[in-house]
């Protein structure tokens, strides 16, 4: 058995060539449980087994006999069997739930793994919906999957069990349920198929449903000021209708299963107690043997609707796995391995001549603000911005070779978007840092030197010790510091419980400037070798942004940091500014000196104007 939480590494993530296959390794990491559950069930279902013979041994040896001290035996037998089975209902509930669980968490650290793995490129390859219902609702499926699993096996085995009973009182009826029994889940089988196309479709529009929420949360402060909260909310309307209807078409195959389950066991139960009248009328049978055989009858239900219910959590499962195997399967474009990052580098950008020295605070100012950020990425080397990859197109209404076609074209979006990725990531890199090309730097070594902190940083549920320092590995005095530098000393007041207080998920509860303030104290605690900023005073207005611009360069003393802004308040307190035209670096030195441009001052002119309140 295995302790919980369960570890999952990198090397053992599952196969994502077959959706059987996935959930077969899913089985195996956690066999010990399975095994156990399985035992269990089949101890829980000991007095169905055994009373139904129990109670015929007790009718033919002590009641028809009137042999007290036999029934009493007999049932004293029973008596035990119904203990154990209580026993084994208790522990097997429980080893269900140890396994669900497991499965739930261990799909969660997959994901998590896996966007870790990705970074950046994530959203790119695989819509948020998709990632977020993988986590959730997958997890929760490989779970309910996996524990019909193991009722599936306990229920084989009970099953064998009662068959060897029926063997030994009457060959004709055991072999009538051995051979009706595959007839019975034949039957099913025409169905499976629309049910599955069924959940496919009610999956994948479930997924784009959750896309529309998040964008929809994410988003509600500015729909609100633009008046589209209305429109967006028609939109998530309807799409939630059309997951409605779509739920309901599953439920209705679902449904059409057990209908076939419950008929056809039903009809098994009403022929056995048929055959059992006439073997009994014939001789062949006592009464004692009739009743245990009705029993029979009646506990083979449980074992039947197992099966038909295994068949339709696997077609779930596997619906799962093959959209959980899309998201893991996805490969990074990083390299594996490569050369440290030596400590505060000299950065050099091919591509823009901008130059960044160690120990300076440097300002970049350019007209294109999509090149400033560019040049930020270039540094961190982050790919390209590029559009999120677009919520895909449902297949699963379609049929034939339109079916096809959308399918093909599906796999070659993806696949064009992962080649696109590895062709520029495997690419000389163009920036260098004292001559090491970034292509050729070990990853979390440059992780580690140089942090990228931009408009779209994000802010995390929890406390605001947690939002300043997430990992917990800096101190009281040194969070504070970076805290007062960010100029957000209001936030950690006016939040009940001071470092302790509740930040939403996103930083709901926040103005956009305390949000902005909050992420670039967490950039400061950091304390990375090389900081990368962009714009990152937009939000605030004019007075706090002048308080900013001093504290952050006295904190950051020493140390190389990078700015992308037109603010000339900011622009005041780095020590040098590099101006870009057209992407390029065509003029350099302080902002004092650069006023003298008329490029250069039309540009931050602009951003004056335009300056936040």
Not at 128 to 141: A, I, N, P, Q, R
Request: aromatic share 6%.
């Amino acid at each position: 058995m295995r302790d919980f939480p369960p570890e999952v590494d990198a090397s053992d993530s599952p196969p994502t060539a077959n959706p059987s296959r996935f959930l077969g390794q899913m089985a195996a990491e956690q066999a010990g449980v399975l095994a156990w559950t399985s035992a269990l069930l089949v101890a829980w279902q000991v007095p169905s087994v055994v009373s139904p013979w129990l109670l015929g041994r007790a009718i033919d040896t002590g009641v028809i006999d009137r042999d007290m001290w036999a029934t009493l035996g007999w049932a004293g037998l029973l008596l035990l069997a119904i203990l154990i089975g209580a026993a084994g209902g208790i522990l097997q509930h429980t080893m269900v739930v140890r396994s669900w669980l497991i499965a739930l968490y261990a799909t969660q650290k997959r994901v998590g793994r896996t966007a870790g793995r990705l970074g950046h490129v994530l959203g790119r390859r695989v819509p948020t919906g998709e990632v977020l219902s993988v986590s959730s609702s997958d997890s929760d499926t490989f779970g309910a999957t996996l524990e019909v699993l193991a009722r599936l096996i306990g229920s084989l085995v009970a099953f064998g069990l009662v068959c060897a009973l029926m063997f030994t009182t009457s060959p004709l009826l055991a072999t009538v349920v051995l051979l009706v029994s595959p007839l019975m889940l034949a039957a099913s089988l025409p169905v499976l198929r629309p049910l599955s196309r069924a959940q496919r479709a009610e999956r994948t529009q479930n997924a784009e449903l959750t896309s529309q929420a998040t964008d929809i949360v994410a988003g509600l402060r500015i729909l609100r000021g633009i008046g589209g909260e209305a429109t967006f909310g028609a939109n998530y309307r309807t799409q939630s209708q059309r997951v409605r209807f779509l739920g309901a078409a599953v439920a209705t195959w679902q449904g059409v299963v057990e209908a076939i389950s419950v008929l056809l066991s039903g009809a098994l139960l009403v022929l056995l107690v048929w055959l059992g009248t006439h073997e009994l009328a014939a001789g062949r049978l006592t009464v004692g043997q009739l009743i245990s055989f009705v029993g029979y009858a009646l506990y083979m239900l449980f074992p039947l609707q197992t099966f038909f219910d295994f068949a339709q959590k696997w077609i779930a499962g596997r619906v799962a796995a093959a959209k959980s195997a899309t998201l893991f399967a996805q490969p990074s474009p990083w390299r594996p391995t490569g050369r440290p990052v030596s400590a505060h580098p000299t950065l050099r950008d091919a591509a823009s001549g901008v130059v960044v020295e160690p120990g300076r605070f440097l300002g970049v100012v350019s007209a294109d603000p999509d090149a400033a950020a560019a040049l930020v990425d270039r540094l961190g080397r982050y790919l390209p911005a590029g559009a999120p990859s677009e919520e895909e197109e449902d297949v699963d209404e379609l049929t034939g070779r339109a079916r096809r076609r959308a399918l093909a074209a599906r796999a070659t979006r993806r696949d064009e978007i992962a080649r696109a990725d590895d062709e520029r990531a495997a690419q000389a890199w163009g920036v260098t840092a004292d001559g090491l090309d970034l292509a050729d730097a070990d990853f979390a070594s440059l992780r580690e030197r140089i942090l990228v902190s931009d408009t779209s940083s994000m802010l995390f549920a929890g406390t605001l010790q947690e939002a300043v320092d997430p990992w917990g590995t800096h101190t009281r005095a040194e969070a504070e510091a970076a805290l007062v530098a960010a100029c957000a000393e209001d936030v950690f007041e006016a939040l009940p419980g001071g470092w302790q207080g509740r930040i939403d998920e996103r930083g709901r509860g926040l103005s956009g400037g305390q949000r902005q303030r909050v992420v670039l104290a967490r950039a400061l605690v950091a304390d990375a070798d090389v900081l990368c900023l962009v714009e990152p005073t937009s939000a605030v207005d004019a007075h706090t942004e002048a308080r900013i611009a001093p504290r952050l360069a006295a904190h950051r003393q020493g140390r190389t940091t990078v700015v992308t802004t037109v603010s000339p308040l900011v622009l005041h307190a780095v020590d040098e500014v590099a101006l870009l035209v057209d992407g390029r670096e065509v003029a350099r030195g302080t902002h004092t000196d650069l006023w003298q441009r008329d490029d250069y001052r039309r540009i931050v002119a602009r951003g004056e104007e335009g300056d936040d309140d």
